[in-house]
């Protein structure tokens, strides 16, 4: 649950070491495997998105029933921003079509910066 606590109380994107590092100050002497074993149960259940980009993780801001996921990531701050879309976008989904291509899971980065960081 620790784990969980961790990434869901973040402001950006953690990495495995960095959230290892935050356990530290939690638990003693937490190894690696601890919080690849903590994050791959928050994945599987839907409740922690990996950032594929950056190789790190983040709470699901949406109803953490869905298949595929969209983010907005600022290349400044470091805010994701979760789209709630829930199902593969159309010119996505006919390509898989046409290529008798059957998605398992799916994931949308879009890279920028927010609203914040621009007007700064």
């Given amino acids: 649950m620790e784990v969980f606590k961790i990434v869901a109380t973040s402001r ?9 590092e935050k356990l530290g100050k939690v ?3 937490p190894k690696p ?6 994050i791959d149960f928050w994945l599987q259940n839907g409740f922690v ?3 594929e980009s950056l190789n790190a993780y983040v ?8 298949s595929g996921s969209q983010f907005m990531i600022c290349d400044d701050c470091g805010l994701v921003i979760e789209i709630p ?7 996505i ?3 898989t079509a046409q290529n008798t291509f059957t998605p398992s899971s799916w994931n949308v980065e879009v890279h920028g910066l927010c609203g914040l960081c621009q007007s700064a």
Avoid: F, M, N, W
């Fill in 12 to 20: 950006k994107p953690l990495g495995a070491y960095e959230i290892l």
């Fill in 27 to 29: 638990i003693e002497s």
């Fill in 33 to 38: 495997p601890t919080v690849y074993r903590a």
């Fill in 49 to 51: 998105h990996r950032i």
């Fill in 59 to 66: 709470v699901c801001q949406a109803d953490c029933r869905h």
């Fill in 85 to 91: 879309v829930s199902e593969l976008p159309k010119v």
């Fill in 93 to 95: 989904r006919d390509g």
